[in-house]
């Protein structure tokens, strides 16, 4: 069964940085483009990275300049590198397949407080 399982989550000051990886298992990692999301309490999901097969990657406006995704084939993970947090960036981080996602993994929390 097709699945992702995030982690690198945490409590980080507006400036500071985080590190998100994102496991996938039960499916071949490069025939898909493979998205980082997050939704925030009462918001709705959105996408806010993607990278395709390819290795072409799309950034939300919000996030431009700040965030990077990245992926290891062999381990069969992506990373959500994110740098200068704001405590809008506040949200449970998910992964999963950009445009037809799968059932959601349990995401990861990111909370950005001074």
């Known amino acids: 069964q097709a699945q992702f399982v995030e982690s690198g989550g945490g409590l980080v000051q507006p400036g500071g940085s985080l590190r998100l990886s994102c496991a996938a298992s039960g499916f071949t990692l490069d025939i898909y483009e493979i998205g980082w999301f997050r939704q925030a309490p009462g918001n709705q999901r959105d996408l806010v990275a993607s990278?395709?097969?390819?290795?072409?990657?799309n950034y939300a406006d919000f996030v431009k300049g700040r965030f990077a995704i990245s992926r290891d084939a062999a381990a069969n993970t992506w990373y959500l590198q994110m740098n200068n947090l704001q405590p809008e960036d506040t949200a449970k981080y998910y992964c999963?397949?950009?445009?037809?996602?799968?059932?959601w993994g349990p995401g990861t929390q990111v909370t950005v407080s001074a």
């Open positions: 999963n397949i950009a445009y037809s996602p799968i059932p």
């Open positions: 990278i395709s097969k390819s290795g072409v990657t």
